[in-house]
């Protein structure tokens, strides 16, 4: 099969992709063989190859927001030919204390698609029957893929935040994740508040019905109720946490984060007020989430790329040029 494969041991700059054959997964038993229809390129892929993430393996597929066709290991509650996504979270361990409280996200032992193990940036690619997902059927193959990790992990921070239908919610930064995220809180009656530096992110968050929009330099003009944070910058934090009310939540949607700098407690955190790291996701957050997607019709803008342009469909995210959600389509 072609895959694109990132070798974490040769040094480039910038770090490259490299379209090759690779052997066809062996299907082993609690797995499904899907052949991918496509598969989203997420910011978590950067860290990845660009090294933020410490190399796991000295060979990778990446790739965690797949949409793929069950081949072989199918049952009959899946069936061959069914369409199934499958996201950042591959898989846990089900033993450790976080699985047997319902925390599977915080697993002590997971596995990570297209981190700790091969992802969907080819043509084929085996997962764990237990962490597929049925898909809505409103949606194609290319509009669901965003929705596997940006949608999911979105959806996941306003619970961690705490959202409410009808509160104030800052969102500071506006890419993929929360361009998702707005159009749940609008279907909830939340006043919605963005605050990022890219122009063309403050035309679409206008465009998708924002009360307020501002540069990363503005603040909201009200107290914000709820805040959830999409820029990997400890900086946004502290801007999300000083528009808050007392009682407040800031939800840092980041994988990984540079340094926080120092702040007043008694003027931004002091109140009550609250800062929580968003972890992951659980099969139930995605569920949820998917069914909610297909009720309310959430069909993200993307712009696709061949397997073949591996590299140029992650240089879009990184640049942030694309109109839209990046998709590979095998």
Known sequence: MKAAVFNSFRRTAPPILTVEDA?????IPGYVLLRVLACGVCRTDLHIIEGDLPPIRPHLIPGHQIVGEVVEGGSPALPAGARVGVSW???TD???????????????????????????????VLARTGFTFPLPHTLDDTHVAPLLCAGIIGFRSLRVAGVKPRERVGLFGFGSSASLTIEVLRHWGCEVYVSTRGEAHRAAATALGAAWVGTDQ???????????TFAPSGAVVVSALSSLRKGGVVAINAIHLDQMPAFDYD????????????????RADARDFLKLAGEIGLKPRIKTFPLAQANEAVHAVKQETADGAVVIVP
């Open 218 to 228: 503005q603040s909201p003009p009200v107290e914000l109720d709820r805040a959830i």
């Open 94 to 124: 089900g033993i450790c204390p976080y699985c047997l409280r319902g925390e599977e996200n915080l697993c002590d032992n997971p596995t990570f698609t297209g981190y700790t193990v091969d992802g969907g940036y080819a043509e084929y």
């Open 267 to 282: 003027k931004l955190l002091w109140g009550e007020r609250q800062i929580r790291s968003v972890a992951n996701m659980t």
């Open 23 to 27: 052997p066809r997964p062996k299907l």
């Open 89 to 91: 979270v591959g898989g």
